[in-house]
């Protein structure tokens, strides 16, 4: 695990808790890429075409998506990402506390890369964290960032 690349994460999540615990268990699990968060659907889209207060950000290697956001819910990110030619690419991770069969059967036939029910334990996100970072960060090969 320690020849995984530094890479960049978009962290799309409303709710400060769940974003404090996702920073806690990734450094907890000794995660050391850039984590980078918008806390909802417009500000992921403003973060991926780079505008307003996004306007220097990198373009995310993958991006970690809850489905329940305001103002552009998850569903809604998924969709407008796999559509536009540019960021179809980047892997979409669910990350959300849906288990609903619908939504993980959308979130699939909206090309979502992974679908992952968030546990509510800090002790269960942590193995969830290890199990994400030796898969997506040791060993898929991402693609190469576009600018």
Not at 12 to 22: A, F, I, K
Not at 72 to 87: C, F
Not at 108 to 122: D, G, T
Request: aromatic share 8%; hydrophobic share 40%; net charge negative.
């Amino acid at each position: 695990m320690e020849n995984a690349e530094l890479i960049d994460i978009l962290l799309v999540e409303d709710n400060p808790g769940d974003v404090r615990l996702t920073q806690e268990a990734f450094k907890d699990g000794m995660l050391r890429n850039n984590l980078h968060v918008a806390m909802d659907g417009e500000q992921a889209m403003d973060f991926l075409y780079r505008r307003g207060q996004f306007a220097e950000a990198p373009r995310p290697d993958l991006i970690l998506l809850d489905l329940n956001l305001p103002k552009m819910n998850g569903r809604e990110v998924l969709a407008a990402i796999k559509q536009d030619e540019s960021l179809k690419r980047i892997p979409v991770v669910v990350l959300t506390t849906s288990q609903d069969e619908a939504d993980i059967t959308e979130s699939y036939r909206q090309f979502a890369s992974s679908y992952i029910v968030k546990p509510v334990s800090m002790e269960k996100f942590l193995k969830v964290v290890s199990s994400f970072k030796q898969y997506w960060l040791s060993v898929v090969k991402l693609p190469p960032v576009e600018s």
